[in-house]
């Protein structure tokens, strides 16, 4: 007799007496852990969705005041504006040179 035919042969009189061979039953235990469990994912949800409050005011106020201050160098004069960028040099041998003549003006004077 192989082992499956033995298990067949123990549980042949508990069903035929109308039993069943699953005595376990959820219990109030585990409706208490699921409902824990419950409220767990709850406040981490309402918490979670706070947070991103928090972050989405932050952006907003961060995209607000860098629009501000594009809106404040907008408004400068447009010479300020173009005084403020740097003019582009002949090259490295154009900067050298203009080096040179710095630091020969400052050794003259």
Same mark, same amino acid.
């Given at each position: ?7 067949? !042969? !123990? ?48 952006? &907003? ?18 010479? &300020?504006?173009?005084? &403020? ?11 050298? &040179? ?12």
């Amino acid at each position: 007799m192989n082992a499956v035919s033995g298990l067949l !042969t !123990t549980a042949q009189p508990v069903l035929a007496s109308g039993g069943s061979l699953d005595k376990t039953k959820p219990g109030l235990v585990a409706f208490l852990i699921v409902l824990a469990l419950g409220v767990a994912l709850w406040a981490l949800l309402k918490n979670m969705g706070k947070q991103l409050g928090r972050a989405k005011d932050h952006f &907003e106020a961060e995209d607000a005041a860098l629009a501000a201050q594009a809106a404040a160098s907008a408004t400068v004069g447009t010479a &300020e504006a173009v005084a &403020e960028v740097p003019k582009q040099q002949d090259g490295p041998k154009g900067a050298a &040179e203009k080096a040179k003549d710095a630091s020969k003006d400052a050794a003259g004077e």
